[in-house]
């Protein structure tokens, strides 16, 4: 990995001396490190089981955020595309730690960003979320993209698996026939990170929140938030700003688990059944 890294640096024109090559935490996909030169940090991402367009998809997210001038996100300066087996790294910059509480920023920044928008509902190219592929494209309602490369993606992966046992297959076949009387078809199409957990900001040591590993799309700005309840790491403060400066309709209680039912499904195709009762919870609240 050292000569990888060091041949990416010297395509960033970056000939100073290594200080320190240090593997960091960096989610479960890659393996992360920290690189100091005389010159910069920077934070490296490396993996040689992803497919060409695997880290072209996040700093093409990682960009689009930027471009809104709202929150923050690391500079990116290199990714690769790489050949089948072939070591891939992607560098940007190391974004140093801070302690303070940044969220209540966080949820106006966010907001904002929610602001900028498309006339059409998804996306131009595939991404991933997690270490699925996420096949994307556009269409006019909203509602046709969450049934048809949202949900039914999942479905049918999950068919694959094994892991749609008659009852649960039949219901959720179901819920994508009626997905309309509940998903609206002309919601604001913003523009969403698309993987907001817990994990996926951090705060900077300039006390500033930054966005990380984003999965983009345009769609309805309750689908994001509802993925920030599903598994917690967000405080009251997070939601109040965020209100104070993009309400959620009236009718998001009603839709949420609907939203969190994609990302339950992602967890069940990811790492197994223990994620099969909040999928079945959710498909039994809606047609029984």
Not at 180 to 187: K, L, M
Request: negative net charge; aromatic residues 14%.
């Amino acid at each position: 990995m050292k000569d990888l890294i060091q041949s990416t640096l010297h395509k960033l024109e970056d000939y100073t001396a290594i200080e320190e090559i240090k593997q960091v935490s960096g989610g479960d996909i890659n393996r992360s490190f920290l690189v100091r030169t005389e010159s910069h940090h920077y934070f490296m991402k490396g993996n040689k089981q992803v497919p060409p367009h695997f880290f072209k998809a996040e700093a093409e997210g990682l960009q689009l955020i930027r471009d809104t001038d709202t929150v923050n996100v690391p500079t990116v300066y290199y990714f690769d595309e790489p050949e089948k087996g072939e070591e891939a790294i992607l560098a940007m910059d190391w974004v140093e730690p801070g302690v303070q509480d940044a969220s209540g920023e966080l949820g106006q920044k966010l907001a904002l960003m929610h602001q900028h928008t498309e006339d059409s509902y998804g996306y131009d190219s595939p991404t991933f979320v997690g270490t699925l592929d996420q096949p994307n494209g556009w269409t006019s309602t909203w509602v046709d993209y969450y049934r048809n490369y949202r949900l039914k993606t999942q479905m049918d992966y999950a068919k694959s698996l094994g892991r749609l046992p008659g009852k649960r297959q039949k219901r959720l076949e179901k819920l994508l026939e009626r997905l309309d009387d509940w998903v609206p078809a002309h919601p604001i199409a913003s523009l969403l990170h698309g993987d907001l957990w817990g994990g996926n900001w951090m705060t900077g040591a300039d006390h500033s929140p930054y966005l990380i590993d984003p999965s983009v799309l345009y769609g309805d700005h309750g689908f994001e938030l509802a993925f920030t309840e599903l598994f917690g790491g967000f405080s009251k403060a997070f939601y109040d700003s965020y209100q104070e400066h993009f309400p959620l309709p009236d009718h998001y209680e009603d839709i949420k688990p609907l939203y969190q039912l994609f990302y339950l499904l992602v967890h069940l195709n990811m790492f197994g059944e223990s994620y099969g009762s909040g999928v079945d919870r959710i498909l039994k609240r809606y047609v029984g």
